[in-house]
């Protein structure tokens, strides 16, 4: 027997998708399963890895690696500073391969995205522009994306390694070997040192399925990288082929995907345009592939003058894949003429990357879903192509693929067999998990059509002397349901072809704890039974619900075998009395079921009396629908009521039961009639009538406002609720803020009291809450606008404490019309009373002011009339020192008014011309008066 100690082309390597933005999909389970915890945002290429058994390792970008629990590989955060090289708008950024030797190493390759505007600055930091001048940003014109923090440098392909055994097996990329450069152009060629490689990396086994080869194309040469268990061989494999693919715009040029088939014998490569940007330029050609030697040989275009970007093969090699726009083009390999085989299907919609999946199925990146190629290694329409999610397609639910999907080794993607029903390799109903429940056994296993030896192990360890294609399998003696486990089968053709796997992840379920149960009805005759009541009883007590099950019934032994169950599970008429039904209770988690006995009696006696009773509840919705607890019925009739029904016949026939019991909310406005049921030793002999009323409430009050005077403290008074006089002996009164009850109560102190007005017929409260508040006379202030022999103003100002919508104002009388307004104008010099009143009844306040005006003109020619100048509206015993002086400024005379009549016009006995004079009045209050007047003479 051939044994090979590290599995190179393992089971469940590629169950694990993370791409696009944020998308993931899971093939760990049939049919595969979005994911909804990447962390990952890319535009087009990815990688991710698994172990064995279907477990997450890691997944990148190209520039950074998250660990399987989608943390940033401390050594490979690209905007932390110690990322990796490759391209979030690179078609293939990444490429994860396992390391031959070491099962614990792996490498991360990496291929850049070729920016012109880095070309054009080289050997110094991009962007550049066509001369090499330093540029503030990259091209955006359509069809070319900007790099996020791109480096400004076009590194080609790269190499890093991953060490799982770093990080408590979280890993990390070893930072002595990262970022390992890849010689994949002609060194003496200085354009090529601009670009240095395509955005295409692919990867197959070796001929001794136990090596790899990592290829690349730049320009018009393939590039071959070897990779055995002593590491990467960075010495490439060339290959020349036209056409050779120019570098004056190879920032378009670069894009499409390479795949190597998987049987290693094929490549396939897109070109998505060769010439200036958006003509129709690219092309598929065909290649034949040497994976002993790593030479590439026989190009054959197979599609050209078009705009190809994804490229896949199907899981036999013998049919090839890319897609067009709209359109999916299919190749026969096996035709003779493979250009000449093309099958073009116009899907409606854009498809973008294509990845054969470990299902054996091809999928298409398209938005927020994958599209599925059901059957790709059959021809034509006969290949099942479907966006629909119930032919295949994949919800990303609301996770975008963008026009990326993640970079396999190609072959590990081909080494599977399915051993739990035993298909043939690449089929496209592979399965890796199985359910046994316990106490079944099962076969696993794939006989290889050819010579072969075989091997199985359970978690990985060998399992001795099973070396045959086949293992039946049981829950073992010493483990207890429920258990896991995983099996797994190596095949070793005797040709030499690279060895096969099988993996089945196997789940050994419980069995339902059930009991059996019985179902009485009263009737006479037969009756009408609902299975669903007796899920209750059917299931033994557990963490799990009812719910948690699936139910069948069945009428005989022989329809349980032919499964024949009964369908009118809610309103069966029992065949005989008693019957027995027979139910399979099916765990939804496990799929293992359990048979218990389902009894159903009729107790033939006739209803003999009818219970009346009524539960009543206050309407505190305001709307005449209200909870009700049910259970209260007991301690009313001191009887235990059964079940509870809207309609007699649901009574009468135990069916459509009330659920919730204990907070059931009328269906019918203020009256509803329902129905329950009492059985009574083992007989139903009460059907009982049960009056849900909702009565009103006695008053739906709104809140009042009284208001209490402070300058009466400590005096009370006396606050009541809102209702009618003529009803207050109809209720009950309870003050909750002071403990008291009765109709009215006296307070002194502002607050909120609030009173429970019960209804004495009902029961029903009403609350109301009445709010005390404090309030006084007023505090002012008052601003006088004079100097004006008319027109003057007087404005009343409250201290900042009122509110001014409280107060009244009025002059000179205290019993006048007051009014809102503060303000008094079109005021003449003199003596006036300023009164302020309290809205609310708490009295008024006083103050006296004075309003000073001054002479517009006087005329001193000694007739008797305005022969002298002054203030006018001065008291007398106000003191006020008057300046008057020329236009010019120059004082004339100072004089205080309350001793002295008024200035006569003249100045040293001079008489002064007429003119216009100002004068400035001080006031003993502090006041200032300013103004001008006239003399005439």
Wanted: glycine share 8%; net charge negative.
């Amino acid at each position: 027997m051939l044994i090979i100690p590290f599995s190179l082309l393992a089971q469940g390597e590629a169950n694990n998708w993370y791409f696009g933005n944020k998308a993931g999909v899971s093939f760990n389970t049939n049919p595969p399963l979005a994911l909804t915890n990447a962390e990952i945002n890319t535009i087009e290429g990815s990688s991710s890895i698994s172990d064995t058994s279907g477990n997450l390792l890691f997944y990148t970008d190209g520039r950074t690696v998250w660990d399987k629990e989608h943390n940033i590989m401390p050594n490979a955060d690209y905007f932390g500073g110690t990322g990796l090289l490759g391209d979030p708008s690179s078609t293939m950024s990444a490429l994860i391969i396992p390391h031959p030797g070491q099962p614990n190493l792996y490498f991360i390759f990496t291929v850049d995205e070729p920016h012109k505007e880095n070309a054009n600055a080289y050997p110094n930091q991009g962007p550049g522009d066509n001369n090499g001048f330093p540029l503030p940003f990259y091209d955006q014109r359509e069809n070319l994306t900007v790099p996020q923090a791109d480096d400004g440098f076009n590194n080609g392909l790269n190499y890093s390694l991953v060490d799982m055994s770093l990080r408590n097996g979280l890993g990390d990329v070893v930072a002595d070997n990262k970022n390992i450069h890849l010689r994949t152009y002609q060194e003496e060629n200085s354009e090529h040192l601009k670009y240095k490689c395509s955005e295409k990396v692919t990867a197959v086994a070796g001929a001794d399925c136990n090596t790899i080869w990592v290829i690349t194309h730049f320009v018009e040469r393939f590039y071959a990288f070897f990779i055995d268990e002593n590491g990467i061989n960075e010495e490439p494999v060339e290959s020349k082929h036209p056409p050779a693919i120019g570098l004056e715009y190879y920032g378009e040029a670069a894009s499409g995907i390479l795949k190597a088939s998987p049987n290693g014998q094929k490549l396939a490569m897109a070109t998505t345009q060769t010439i200036p940007p958006l003509a129709i330029s690219g092309f598929v050609n065909l290649y034949d592939f040497d994976n002993l030697t790593g030479e590439v040989n026989n190009p054959v275009e197979i599609l050209n003058n078009m705009r190809p970007y994804g490229i896949e093969f199907s899981p036999n090699s013998q049919k090839v894949f890319a897609t067009i726009g709209n359109d999916i083009a299919q190749w026969d390999l096996s035709s003779g003429n493979p250009a000449g085989s093309v099958f073009l299907l116009n899907t409606g919609e854009n498809q973008s990357s294509l990845q054969f999946g470990p299902d054996g199925k091809i999928y298409s990146a398209s938005g927020t879903k994958l599209n599925v190629i059901n059957n790709p290694n059959a021809y034509g329409e006969n290949m099942n192509y479907s966006s629909s999610f119930l032919e295949g397609a994949i919800d990303l639910e609301g996770n975008n693929a963008n026009v990326g999907l993640p970079n396999f080794l190609q072959s590990i993607l081909n080494s599977r067999v399915d051993i739990v029903d035993g298909d043939g390799i690449g089929n496209s109903t592979v399965q890796s998990t199985i359910s046994i429940c316990d106490g079944e056994t099962y076969t696993l296993g794939y006989e290889y059509p050819e010579a072969a030896s075989y091997q199985w192990y359970e978690n990985g360890e060998p399992i001795l002397g099973e070396t045959s294609p086949f293992l039946t399998i049981s829950l073992p003696a010493n483990e207890q349901a429920p258990f896991t486990t995983a099996y797994t089968l190596d095949i070793f053709p005797e040709s030499g072809d690279c060895k096969l796997s099988g993996l089945a992840n196997t789940i050994f379920g419980e069995a339902p704890a059930i009991e059996n149960a019985s179902l009485s009805q009263c009737a006479s005759g037969s009756s009408f039974f609902n299975f669903n009541n007796a899920k209750e009883d059917l299931i033994a007590p557990s963490a799990l619900g009812v719910d948690d099950f699936e139910y069948a019934y069945f009428e005989t032994s022989e329809d349980l075998l032919n499964y024949n169950s009964i369908q009118n599970i809610t309103n069966y008429e029992n065949l005989t009395n008693p019957q027995n039904i027979i139910v399979e209770i099916t765990s939804k988690e496990t799929r293992c079921s359990s048979i218990a006995d389902l009894q159903l009696n009729v107790i033939n006696n006739e209803i003999e009396e009818t219970l009346e009773v009524e539960l009543t509840e206050c309407d505190t919705n305001l709307d005449g629908f209200q909870e009700f607890n049910l259970e209260l019925v007991a301690e009313q009739t001191n009887l235990n009521p059964t079940n509870f029904y809207l309609k007699i016949k649901d009574a009468l026939e135990d069916r459509n039961r009330i659920t919730n019991t204990t907070e059931f909310s009328n269906t019918e406005a203020y009256a509803q009639t329902i129905y329950f049921r009492v059985l009574v030793n083992g007989s139903c002999n009460v059907l009982g009538v049960l009056t849900l009323r909702v009565q009103d409430l006695p008053f739906t009050f709104e809140d009042k406002k009284v208001f209490y005077c402070i300058e009466d403290s400590p005096d009370p008074i006396t606050i009541f609720p809102s209702v009618p006089e003529n009803e207050i002996d109809n209720y009950e009164y309870f003050w909750t803020a002071t403990n008291q009850e009765g109709y009215a109560i006296e307070v002194n102190e502002a607050a909120i009291y609030q009173v429970q007005v019960t209804a004495i017929a009902s029961g029903c409260v009403s609350t109301q809450n009445i709010s005390v508040v404090n309030t006084s006379t007023a505090n002012f202030q008052v601003q006088i606008k004079d100097g004006k022999e008319k027109d003057n103003s007087i404005e009343v100002i409250l201290d900042e404490t009122f509110n001014t919508n409280n107060f009244e104002y009025s002059l000179n009388s205290p019993t006048d019309v007051y009014q809102d307004f503060p303000v008094f104008r079109n005021l003449t010099p003199g003596n006036y009373e300023v009164y302020v009143r309290n809205k609310l009844g708490c009295g008024i306040s006083k103050r006296t002011v004075h309003v000073v005006g001054a002479m517009l003109f006087f005329t001193p020619n000694n007739d008797g009339i305005n022969d002298v100048w002054n203030l006018v509206g001065l008291p007398n015993n106000q003191n006020a020192e008057i300046y008057i002086f020329d236009r010019y400024g120059k004082l004339l005379i100072k004089f205080n008014a309350k001793n002295f009549p008024g200035w006569d016009g003249t100045y040293h006995g001079n008489l002064m011309p007429n003119n216009d004079y100002w004068f400035r009045a001080n006031l003993d209050n502090g006041r200032i008066i300013k103004g001008n007047f006239t003399l005439k003479r």
